[in-house]
């Protein structure tokens, strides 16, 4: 197949994903003509890049039109030291004796033999982008989570890119040359994912797409790829569902304007009409349903709700970031067996025990899904009804994990999405979890910090008898006229 352009463009057609497993390149050489005696550009080399192509070449032409000199280069496999690609000498162009062939296939047995030395873990790997104006330090921090989140949906982290940009390119996040870096280390790595740090428009995420064929992801994205993951329960994978759909419709309109224009014929839509308009109108009808059987399940909670608010049980809920422990406290104080893992949203659906505690004080003890930074709107819409469940609660335990190095900001963060949902008011006790993995000198200090709560190791029923003894004096006493944040 040969490809011809004109002075200032080649149109590559759509190959879909022909010759796209790692080892292989995309099975097309470039070559083009330069009115200059210059050699490869740049660009060209971000190209070759890009495009996963065989080779770039050029050929630079006389005042005559006659042919010149010529240069040519390919990418290189993963190298110690971290050369992207071979660029040959531009030389007299009937003086060029490479065989583009033996070439191209030498290069695709060494990629393949980069690919299968690499372990084999069943998963899909994926590199980190970090783009901003926050601090070098927030910056890592913000990547560990990423990371984290990532270990969560199955996915296996090769590197991770940070970047301190006081403005975000709008159209693609970065510029064009630290696109390239990624798509070095995506290649270095063995990435097929690009995952972004933030939340992209429509527009950032078709245009990137535009630039690298491996499939590109936003924080957003991951977050719900992992609340699909671990829903259980009816109303969990409705939530997860509606927000779903309520991400993904803006960017289905979003996709091609063009095909607006695609319905044909007087009288509108009749053979005319395209995929992305019944997509767009089958993701609305589905979004009203949801929301319909999401609204009967709010019904029966709340039914549910008052029947125990008429027994006179308390109602205690667990509340906190993500993986602070609130789930392995509820399987000590109640000897269950509800999962709980070293992961970020593993519990996503409420679950509710009742436990009798000293005095023969009976409590209700709720465990709600785990709080974290910018959560995406459309899950905080869609968590509504999981979240609910603290409107009705006397007393909330708040469990952070006092060993994280970003305990007081993650504690903020909590209290930040309290402060929306209009609980600021509900009296609350703070747990400091894995108290046992601080030394003294941390201790005083997240004391000092914090300036109050009840240590704790979630795991040791031992540990937990002076936040059982706060609690019940906390349900016993009249609830103060202001609370303080954490007392």
Not at 261 to 271: K, M, S, T, V
């Amino acid at each position: 197949m040969v490809i011809c352009g004109d002075a200032s463009s080649i149109y590559i057609p759509d190959l879909g994903r022909f010759r796209q497993s790692g080892g292989r390149l995309r099975g097309l050489r470039l070559l083009h003509t330069h009115l200059s005696d210059d050699g490869l550009t740049q660009e060209d080399l971000t190209d070759l890049l890009f495009l996963r192509l065989d080779s770039v070449a050029v050929l630079t032409v006389g005042g005559e039109g006659r042919p010149r000199r010529m240069q040519h280069a390919h990418i290189l496999p993963p190298n110690p030291d971290g050369e992207t690609w071979d660029v040959s000498e531009l030389k007299p162009w009937d003086r060029v004796e490479a065989d583009f062939t033996a070439q191209a296939e030498a290069l695709e047995e060494e990629l393949a033999r980069v690919e299968a030395g690499r372990e084999v873990t069943g998963q899909e790997r994926a590199l980190l982008v970090h783009v901003g104006p926050e601090p070098k330090g927030r910056q890592e921090s913000s990547l560990d989570e990423l990371a984290d989140l990532s270990g969560t949906a199955g996915l296996a982290v090769t590197g991770r890119v940070s970047q301190r940009i006081a403005k975000v390119n709008p159209k693609t996040i970065l510029g064009k040359g630290k696109l390239a870096e990624l798509e070095v280390e995506a290649l270095r790595g063995g990435a097929s994912v690009i995952i972004f740090d933030r939340e992209l428009t429509p527009a950032q995420l078709r245009n990137l797409a535009d630039v690298t064929e491996r499939k590109v992801l936003d924080r957003s994205q991951l977050i719900l790829d992992i609340f699909a993951q671990h829903a259980t329960t009816k109303a969990g994978k409705l939530q997860v569902e509606l927000a779903q759909l309520q991400y993904t419709l803006p960017r289905l309109v979003g996709q091609n304007k063009a095909f607006s224009r695609l319905a044909g014929g007087i009288g509108g839509r009749g053979p005319g009409e395209t995929k992305l308009e019944i997509d767009r109108r089958r993701v609305r009808d589905r979004i009203t349903r949801v929301r319909k059987d999401l609204k009967e399940l709010r019904k029966r909670r709340g039914l549910r709700r008052q029947r125990r608010a008429k027994s006179g049980v308390p109602v205690v809920a667990l509340v906190g970031y993500t993986n602070a422990g609130k789930s392995t406290l509820l399987n000590t104080l109640t000897s269950s067996e509800v999962l709980a893992e070293d992961k970020l949203f593993a519990t996503l659906d409420p679950t509710t025990r009742r436990i009798r505690f000293p005095r023969e004080r009976e409590v209700i003890l709720t465990d709600t899904v785990g709080f974290i930074r910018e959560l995406p709107k459309e899950l905080r819409e869609a968590f509504l009804a999981t979240l609910e469940e603290l409107e009705e609660a006397d007393l909330l335990v708040h469990v952070a994990d006092a060993s994280h190095p970003e305990l007081e900001e993650r504690v903020e963060a909590v209290e930040n999405i309290l402060a929306d949902m209009d609980l600021a008011t509900v009296p609350r006790v703070l747990a400091l979890n894995k108290w046992d993995l601080l030394g003294d000198e941390d201790k005083a200090l997240v004391k000092n910090a914090l300036g109050w709560g009840i240590p704790i190791f979630a795991k040791r029923r031992d540990t937990l008898e002076e936040l059982v003894e706060e609690i019940l004096f906390r349900l016993e006493e009249p609830p103060p006229d202001e609370m303080t944040v954490i007392s």
